[in-house]
T-cell receptor
Framework: KAGVTQTPRYLIKTRGQQVTLSCSPI?????VSWYQQTPGQGLQFLFE???????NKGNFPGRFSGRQFSNSRSEMNVSTLELGDSALYLC???????FGYGYTFGSGTRLTVV | DQQVKQNSPSLSVQEGRISILNCDYT??????FLWYKKYPAEGPTFLIS?????DKNEDGRFTVFLNKSAKHLSLHIVPSQPGDSAVYFC????????????FGSGTQLTVLP
């Protein structure tokens, strides 16, 4: 079965712009979580969506937002980009969002802010 | 406040020997622990997990040990193979509002042939 698909794979944006990243979960998975990975920081939790509702939110500023559609596909948006937003953004899907063993990660979107 | 810590950013091991990766956590509400492996330009891949009611879980060459009193877990890889070279992330999950995965900063394992 198809895995978690993230688009685009690479993105270069200018400081102050906004960006939208997309994540298509595994068919049947209703939970989508987003993580930011930066060097030395590991993976930082952004938010989780389940059945079109944000169920959990990490400690990120309001410039980071997301949504989930009825087909479980999810998007995350970052407004007013800062240089420090340069990172690998990963999404993970699971059936119910409980316990990490059910999380399947996509390959990520590498965002570079210049 | 880092709730999951991997204090060794890197580890080098000879092929065929044992690799031991360590992880400490501070949140006593965590009840499920996992290890993920990550190659460059790929997403993390689930490796092995352990529930807080157990102290050991094995899967082939991989064994995870959990010491709840010390809030410490470790991943043992025996024997280590060059293909095991990757970044290993320790993660923990709670329940309810804490059900998301909290990751450590990762350990780069290099297995030398």
């Amino acid at each position: 079965k198809a895995g978690v698909t993230q688009t685009p794979r690479y993105l270069i944006k200018t400081r102050g712009q906004q960006v939208t990243l997309s994540c298509s979960p595994i068919s049947g998975h209703r939970s989508v979580s987003w993580y930011q990975q930066t060097p030395g920081q590991g993976l930082q939790f952004l938010f989780e969506y389940f059945s079109e509702t944000q169920r959990n939110k990490g400690n990120f500023p309001g410039r980071f937002s997301g949504r989930q559609f009825s087909n479980s596909r999810s998007e995350m948006n970052v407004s007013t980009l800062e240089l420090g937003d340069s990172a690998l953004y990963l999404c993970a899907s699971s059936l119910e969002g409980n316990f990490g063993y059910g999380y399947t990660f996509g390959s990520g979107t590498r965002l570079t802010v210049v | 406040d880092q709730q999951v810590k991997q204090n060794s950013p890197s580890l080098s091991v000879q092929e065929g020997r044992i690799s031991i990766l360590n992880c400490d956590y501070t949140n006593s509400m965590f009840d499920y622990f996992l290890w993920y492996k990550k190659y460059p330009a790929e997403g993390p891949t689930f490796l092995i997990s352990i529930s807080s009611i157990k102290d050991k879980n094995e899967d082939g060459r991989f064994t995870v040990f959990l010491n709840k009193s010390a809030k410490h877990l470790s991943l043992h890889i025996v024997p280590s193979q060059p293909g095991d070279s990757a970044v290993y992330f320790c993660a923990a999950s709670g329940s309810g509002s804490a059900r998301q995965l909290t990751f450590g900063s990762g350990t780069q394992l290099t297995v030398l042939p």
